[in-house]
Each structure stands twice: as structure tokens, then as C-alpha cells.
């Protein structure tokens, strides 16, 4: 049993911060890549960032750069997304996913974590 935690998540105002963590618990994994993904209300759910294990590299959404880092923890198996100036339309369910090896796409997701971001 692997699982990928959350937490992080809360109601914020516009400029402000939060730090998402995603931990795994159950059986370790070592991971290929993590990322965030996030969807909100009648849209289709977009990557956020991601993060290669094996290097570091890492890739954000356009609408992210700039405000947005994704790190990794290798010994605790665990990534960060650090937001900073905060927008309403950052509003949205955020989720961890994971990838193992040997798997071309992202295969064990967290439950996700509401972001709110008011006016």
C-alpha cells in the first residue's frame, strides 16, 4: 500500500503563501517524478509543477512561473510546492501524484487539497 498525503491546503488572500506537502506513507516508493496538479470548478485539471528524482529538473505551468517552487525531499520521499503571491484564480483542488518506475505517466495520486483564494 503506498499513499501520497496532502497538506497545506487553506484559504488564503490574494498575495499571500502557502506551502503544499505531499508525503508518502504505507510502503516507500522511490519515485521517478512527482508533481502537483490542480482543477478547479468546471475545468479540466492542469499540471502545475513537476520534478524529475533523478536530477532535479523541474517544469512549471506558464501561469505559475515566478510564484511557484517545487522541491524534493529524497530521504523523506516527500515534495513541497511553495506558492507566493497568490491570485483568486489559483482557486482550485490541489493533488500530489507520483511516478514509479517503469511507468510512463503519473500512476499513484493524492486525495487533493483545497486551495482558496479570496479576493
Known amino acids: 500500500q503506498v499513499q501520497l498525503v496532502e497538506s497545506g491546503g487553506g484559504l488564503v488572500q490574494a498575495g499571500g503563501s502557502l506551502r503544499l506537502s505531499c508525503a508518502t506513507a504505507g510502503r516507500t516508493l522511490k519515485w521517478y517524478a512527482m508533481g502537483w496538479f490542480r482543477q478547479a470548478p468546471g475545468k479540466e485539471r492542469e499540471v502545475v509543477a513537476s520534478i524529475d528524482w533523478s536530477d532535479g529538473s523541474t517544469n512549471y505551468a506558464d501561469s505559475v512561473k515566478g510564484r511557484f517552487t517545487i522541491s524534493k525531499d529524497n530521504a523523506k520521499n516527500t515534495v513541497y510546492l511553495q506558492m507566493n503571491s497568490l491570485k483568486p484564480e489559483d482557486t482550485a483542488v490541489y493533488s500530489c501524484?507520483?511516478?514509479?518506475?517503469?511507468?510512463?505517466?503519473?500512476?499513484?495520486w493524492g486525495q487533493g487539497t483545497q486551495v482558496t483564494v479570496s479576493s
Open positions: 501524484a507520483g511516478r514509479s518506475y517503469h511507468y510512463l505517466d503519473y500512476n499513484y
